[in-house]
């Protein structure tokens, strides 16, 4: 197959966001625990987001509830014994573009509550897309070693995550309850990450509409 150069250029306006064309990215917030920081920072990304022209889904579990995984989606014999609204969160996460993760760090790893989520879907509604990996803490380190974990099950999961990782120490000085930077550091670090996302994701969206993708 002949490869077209101009089937994967995209437009300054597209790249900053200041187009009618909107990429679709569902925010994965992680933590349940009580009194939780993860709220501040999923605030503060779904408006960074939204200033590029995403049109953001906010997967919670707190709200959402999933159960403890005894069955990924694909491993049902018959679809019409899944929960309705898990299936509704397949679709919503097969027709995104992207994939924003915002984990807090428990005893140096993934938030279990962040991986059950996650884990009840194929990484075949995950691939050919890429992901953003967002961690907080109440320390100095930022969360730098749930990222670091979130690298290689985000990579299995077949979503690729992009060269940065947006930590944040000290996440309660950075944030207030309702998102907004206490700091000029937070919308710097968003914006590296989020220029490496777009970047890829309308990369990534150009080249499955004019070619999809490999059968396996």
């Not at 590029?52 to 995984?69: C, G, I, Q, S």
């Not at 050919?128 to 974990?149: C, D, E, N, R, T």
């Amino acid at each position: 197959m002949e490869f077209n150069a101009d089937s994967i250029i995209f437009t300054e306006q597209e790249m900053s966001g200041k187009t009618e064309k909107k990429l679709k990215v569902i925010l994965f917030l992680g933590s349940t625990r009580d009194g939780r920081m993860g709220t501040r920072v999923a605030k503060f990304m779904q408006k960074q987001l939204e200033a590029r022209n995403y049109n953001v889904e906010l997967f919670d579990p707190l709200v959402l509830k999933f159960p403890l995984l005894q069955n990924p989606t694909h491993f049902y014999q018959d679809r019409t014994a899944i929960p309705p609204w898990i299936l509704e969160c397949e679709e919503k996460i097969k027709s995104a573009d992207a994939y924003v993760v915002v984990s807090a760090e428990y005893y140096r790893s993934i938030p279990p509550a962040l991986s059950n989520m996650l884990d009840h879907f194929p990484p075949s509604i995950f691939s050919y897309k890429p992901s953003a990996i967002v961690a907080y803490s109440l320390g100095i380190y930022g969360g730098v070693s749930a990222a670091m974990q979130l690298r290689p099950f985000l990579s299995e999961l077949g979503t690729l995550s992009v060269s940065n990782m947006f930590c944040i120490p000290e996440v309660d000085k950075a944030l207030d309850e309702n998102g907004q930077p206490l700091n000029d550091h937070m919308e710097k670090g968003a914006d590296v990450l989020l220029n490496q996302l777009t970047w890829t994701a309308w990369a990534l969206k150009n080249h499955r509409d004019t070619y999809g993708t490999p059968n396996k």
